[in-house]
């Protein structure tokens, strides 16, 4: 009888990647937001996380696409650095409960402009992401 390995999301060694990686990047963010002070009450470490975040993640992903298969080393990067990483670096939740307060405090202003601007700062700082790990990945770029 022939068995069929699991799928990557139910082999523990994959799973141990992303909880490594994680715990790694979880501490990154911790240490980013309390070291950048809120403006006006919105939480500029959250902004500049997510937006850092956005903008590796493009870069990762298109390099790591643009190199082959996702299997191997590239798939221990992609879920270690990508999921693991840069998944618990950024925080689309506190991002969202973060503007729900403001909402609530009656900040609305301060609330909108941190909502667009992680909005369109992160689609702009994906897209440069994508652009740089393509250039980085054809030849004569340096990757």
Do not use: C, K
């Not at 523990?12 to 309390?34: D, F, K, P």
């Not at 992903?61 to 798939?75: C, H, I, K, M, N």
């Not at 618990?88 to 009656?106: I, K, M, P």
Request: hydrophobic share 50%.
């Amino acid at each position: 009888m022939s068995r069929t390995a699991a799928p990557v999301h139910l082999r523990w060694e994959y799973v141990a990647l992303v909880l490594v990686g994680g715990s790694i990047g979880t501490a990154g963010r911790y240490l980013l937001t309390s070291v950048l002070p809120s403006w006006h009450d919105v939480p500029v470490g959250t902004l500049v996380a997510n937006v850092t975040g956005a903008f590796l993640l493009g870069l990762l992903l298109e390099a790591l696409v643009r190199r082959g298969p996702d299997q191997g080393s590239r798939r221990v990067v992609r879920l270690l650095v990508g999921t693991g990483v840069l998944g618990g670096f950024t925080t689309y939740s506190s991002f969202a409960v973060e503007t729900d307060g403001l909402l609530r405090a009656a900040d609305v202003a301060p609330a909108l402009i941190y909502a667009a601007a992680t909005l369109v700062l992160g689609l702009v700082a994906t897209s440069a992401g994508i652009v740089v790990g393509a250039r980085s990945s054809r030849p004569g770029g340096h990757g």
